[in-house]
């Protein structure tokens, strides 16, 4: 539900805040001002009825929408429309294709994976390889991650275009299959197999031009008692 707004009106015409208070409250001096077009708005038709009568003539002119025959007692505060476009998320400057990540959360939480890119949302496309340590192509939020001063060159490794945010969206699900019971894990699908195969397979052959790169893509990251991870370099 809507919030009433801010600067609400003492009386007819007469607003709590004045312009420059309410200008000053809602912090646009730190916003840039772009003024943005409303978008027209549909000018009200008219239609011609029949009247019946001799006197009252054949035709008439009434609007197309009937006004309400009723007003609301009080106000209802409407919401604003918006307008603002979500600024794209930044990369950490520690984070760059290639860049070898520690997982922090999710089912492959403490293992290394190498970075390919950042999709349109943000996130970011990494992979195991899956043949290494089992971790295929995901999403992972930066957030998440730790960046590592290891870096695999990737230059050679092709990432399908097609591999986006829509290629990792699941199909949903019915109610009636839900409930009857009839829900059943789907196979995997031998195409995202396919391109998982395709991208592991130019990546492992980079991976193996460097001693000791597999075994440590292979092994887990793990904290013991004393060790803080703001006190390491990674």
């Known amino acids: 539900m809507s919030h009433a707004p801010r ?3 003492i009386a007819p015409g007469v607003s709590r805040y004045s312009r420059s208070a309410a200008y000053s409250k809602k912090a646009q001096y730190k916003r840039k001002q772009t003024a943005v077009a409303a978008p027209a708005k549909a000018a009200a038709t008219d239609k011609t009825v029949e009247v019946k009568g001799g006197k009252n003539g054949s035709k008439r002119t009434v609007p197309a929408q009937k006004a309400s025959r009723f007003y609301p007692a009080e106000d209802v505060p409407q919401p604003k429309a918006g307008r603002k476009a979500a600024p794209k998320t930044s990369l950490r400057s520690t984070i760059t294709p290639g860049t070898v990540a520690i997982l922090l959360a999710g089912r492959h939480s403490g293992k290394r994976v190498v970075v390919l890119k ?3 949302s943000g996130l970011l496309l990494v992979t195991g390889p899956f043949k290494i340590n089992g971790v295929p ?3 992972v939020n930066q957030a998440y991650v730790i960046a590592t001063s290891t870096k695999v060159d990737i230059s050679g490794v092709k990432v399908d275009e097609k ?3 829509a290629y990792f969206k699941k199909a949903a699900k019915t109610d ?3 409930l009857q019971g009839e829900e059943k894990k789907a196979a995997f699908p031998e195409s ?3 391109d998982q195969k395709a991208v592991d397979k130019a990546l492992l052959e980079v991976v193996a031009k460097t001693p000791f790169l597999r075994q440590y893509l292979a092994s887990s990251f793990g904290l013991n008692k004393g060790q803080f991870p703001h006190n ?3």
Do not use: G, P, T, V
């Open 232 to 234: 390491m370099k990674f």
């Open 163 to 165: 591999i986006n945010d």
């Open 7 to 9: 600067n609400s009106f």
């Open 137 to 139: 192509l995901r999403r």
């Open 176 to 178: 009636k299959a839900f």
């Open 192 to 194: 995202k197999a396919a």
């Open 118 to 120: 950042q999709l349109d």
